[in-house]
């Protein structure tokens, strides 16, 4: 097992100080990710999906206040020195983020900025960096590389833009990418296009993938585990056929059914969750989601459930976790 | 979130005359164009040709879904038919009365019958103003006392699913969703026959989405309205659409009842945009094939020659260089803009490997039941 191990985390919290009181991002989340596999973590905005992702990689302001475990090959994430820290940024895991203008400096060309991020952590010179820069874009699939080395990235497209991202995230062959919404800005017809080029990628690299995203049928193609979150909190995780057809927690059932699906010949009306996510200063006692759930009973509103175990690797965080009533997904299809 | 329909909705389900099988909007060669200006003397140095030429109708009570990637002209078609934006040039009839041709006056008595609710609720609800007064401001503009106004607030409140004491909290008190039930009071303040909804739904998470999707529903049933609904998530536009159009660089690529455009496209294009996106079903959607599109979207200020779809069209031939396609009917209802339209169950792949052509396509690893497998495994093939 431990050989397999790539990133393992416990009880891992994180709280932000600010004027409205304290909100807590992420509360008590456990999970780990082995090598060469893609965990998908699904959530809507304020599921604190973002922000596990970012206390693991120690990009939160100072106002964060992080707690718990985490150990990347052994070391342990949160103790480390900022040194150290940057050593394993880049090298170790590597982040595509949702917006790639956030994520490249419009002042320098692509190519200067991949080669800078070689040679953060690799000692080549600046010639040989720059080489290897138009192999990773190549590698990308950007037309003409040998050329657009030299581009800014304004005068790159969007989807242009998040394939040199992805070319930076790889080029000191990661272990570990964290890919925060990866597809999420993009056309229809891009979001393809980019996410052959990061699942190519990652099957060339042999590199594990966190995929944090919202939308499920992403999830569906490319995830061997799927860590669904809400409120803070991990509400289910399992394999992916477990949780999409399993159907052991109540929220994952109100997300699954909730999205109109493209292969739907119907329309009748969605089967909505009534009301809206907690506020994370001020979350509900017991289950965080018993206000919005069509199961809760009184215990909900008391006790806050543990993460049951409902299969082999597969908990869900609800009382009746082993008792609810059948699931059957893809009913409201009328296929 | 589903409230009865209580007594307030006098205040809107007045009588409405019907009007079915005549439309109640007609777009013909709709043109939009964008100047694009450099230098110091702002001269024209290029056109960006946003619409151009579009062709539609909506029918009373009914829902014509308008898809397209960005730069499509989906937006600027809708505020084109209600003149937020000047169109350039063609036709606007409502209930057979040209729009293009208003007098201000007249104009501003037809936006009462069309509304539009915009996709950013948090930019299209003025900060300054209490609920009470975002939603009856048309009232007043049209006219109307405070004291009239005041209990058709509360009424348009609770149509939407908000309650009356909303009226006098700020939008920043209320959430993404609970803003675009603003949005929505707002629109129906006058009672529209029809709603132009811009990307309603693309703001909001999946759980809220299904709410406003299912107002809207509602709203319609109620209420007899036709909406214009924009979008860019095609799961979204089949759920809510009775027909569905579909747009590529300010042209209509494709018309069709939805059932039959999404089961059985006749345009490429079409085609790859269904095939591009994902389905939230793992043994599915790992079954599936999806071509992958090569290239970028063109600028609309330099659309190709020919048929616009030709630079990234793995069926394209030497004559959709040149000779630009027009809509024709292939089955009933359901028109397309291809010289080579796929036949009803033929499929992009089968005809890209009939031509002998190459193309990417998307196509992930089953999953192993034994519970090691691999997932994601793109394959090239053509």
Known sequence: MGEQRLLEVENLSTSFTTEDGIVRAV???????????????????????????????????KNAFVTGWASFEGRDLLSLSEAEMRKIRG?????????????????????NQIAEAVRVHQSVSKPLAMKRAVELLDLVGIPEPGQRVDSYPHEFSGGMR?????????????????????????????QAQVLEVIITVQRATGAAMLLITHDLGLVAGVAD?????????????????DVYYGGNNPYTRALMRSVPRLDERTSDRLSSVPGTPPSLIRLPRGCVFWPRCEFSEQVCRTTEPELIQCGTDHVSRCHFATTLPEFEYGARLGA | MERGWGPEMSVLSQS??????????????LVTHFPIRAGVLRRRVGTVFAVDGVDLHVYPHETLGIVGESGCGKTTLGRSIIRLIEPTAGVVRFNGEDVIGAEPKRMRELRQEMQIVFQDPFASLNPRMPVRDIIGEPL??????????????????????????????????????????????????????????DEPVSA??????????????????????????????????RHISDRVLVMYLGRVAEVADRNELYDRPAHPYTHALLSAVPIADPDLERKRQRIVLSGDLPSPAHPPSGCRFHTRCPIAQERCTETEPQLREVRSGHWVAC?????????????????HREVTVLAFDPIDTDNDGEAGHPVHSG
């Open chain 1, 27 to 61: 509360s008590d989340v456990s999970f780990h990710v082995d090598r060469g596999e893609v965990l998908a973590v699904v959530g809507e905005s304020g599921s604190g999906k973002s922000v596990m992702a970012m206390s693991l990689m120690r990009l939160l302001p």
């Open chain 1, 91 to 111: 090298r170790g895991m590597a982040m595509i983020f949702q917006d790639p203008m956030t994520a490249l400096n419009p002042v320098f060309t692509v190519g």
């Open chain 1, 162 to 190: 998040q394939r040199a991202v992805i070319a930076m995230a790889i080029s000191n062959d990661p272990q570990l990418l964290i890919a925060d919404e990866p597809t999420t800005a993009l056309d229809v017809t891009i």
């Open chain 1, 225 to 241: 585990r799927v860590q669904v979150m809400y409120g803070g909190r991990v509400f289910e995780s399992g394999d992916t056929r």
């Open chain 2, 16 to 29: 409405r005359p019907s009007q079915n099988g005549t439309p109640i909007l007609e777009v013909e060669n």
């Open chain 2, 140 to 197: 007043l503009i049209q006219g109307r006392t405070r004291k009239e106004v005041r209990p058709q607030v509360a009424g348009l409140l609770e149509v939407v699913g908000l309650s009356p004491e909303h009226g006098n909290r700020y939008p920043h008190e209320f959430s993404g969703g609970q803003r675009q039930r603003i949005g929505i009071a707002r629109a129906l303040a006058l009672k529209p026959s029809l709603i132009i909804l």
């Open chain 2, 204 to 237: 909001l998470d999946v759980s809220i989405q299904a709410q406003i999707l299912n107002l809207l529903e509602d709203l319609q049933d109620e209420l007899g309205l036709s909406y214009l609904f924009i979008a860019h998530d095609l799961s979204v536009v």
């Open chain 2, 339 to 355: 010289h080579f339209a796929l036949g009803a169950g033929e499929t992009l792949l089968a005809r890209v490997e009939e031509l």
